[in-house]
């Protein structure tokens, strides 16, 4: 792992958690449900390829929603979701594996799972189409990048500057995730993916992460070459006001049509 000097206190106790939590028993084995696919899907129909996020809580949010977790991503696929994603981590995020095979039984689009995977035997907790890597967090990120493809899994690496991103394409990345929100300081910035995108062969499919929450947001993302969004609060609602999961992920997948 890269340096954990100067890192968020709620990160440092998310990454202390992380490192003690058990593996899954058997090694499983994934059928996975492909993502590329998905958003070429999405694209056909005119829709933003966003990957919404089934985010009960975080140390940024200022509630909780304890709903259903396969209803919510219901809500979010008639909204035009191309991906779920499903926060596992339970003791920041309120997640759980259980979450995730509840979420992927009940939709048919593909199902990432987010969490801070240290060790290849977290890889065996559940099965997803997806899985995070954070790069700034894995010691041998071709090893599990490896591993992760061995299962089935599309591997999805996150990284959060210019050298990070280097290190994913060195692991052999064909997905990667930009995350404007900064893991050391909890600050979001959508010219981190600006600046980061422009870096990126064309051959991978990447992702604009975190604080993206208007149609606005979107076209900036998307101009900026983001194949699909990620977006969690935007679109969970911790306490802001709207509550309609569908509505709020419609406003998104549809922020390129002017039908907002
Ligand atoms: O969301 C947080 O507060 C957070 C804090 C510490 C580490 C990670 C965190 N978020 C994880 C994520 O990657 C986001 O849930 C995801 O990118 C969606 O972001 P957003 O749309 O801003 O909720």
Known sequence: MNSETELAPAVASILEA???RPGGGDRVSVDARSLSDAIDRAEAAGRVPV???VKPTS????????DDPAALAEAMVEG???????LTEPDHFGGSAESLRQVRDAVDVPVLRKDFIMHEAQLDV?????LLLIARFVDDLEALV????ERGFQPLVEVHDRAELESALEAGADLIGVNNRDLARLEVDLGTFESVATEVPDDVTLIAESGISSPEDVRRMREAGANALLVGSAIMDHGTGETDITANTRRLTQATTGDE
């Open 126 to 130: 559940v099965e997803a189409d997806l």
């Open 146 to 149: 490896a591993a992760a493809r």
């Open 18 to 20: 992380a490192r003690e």
């Open 51 to 53: 990957v919404a996020e």
């Open 80 to 86: 035009g979701a191309t991906a779920i994603s499903v």
């Open 59 to 66: 140390p940024t949010a200022e509630g909780t929603r304890d």
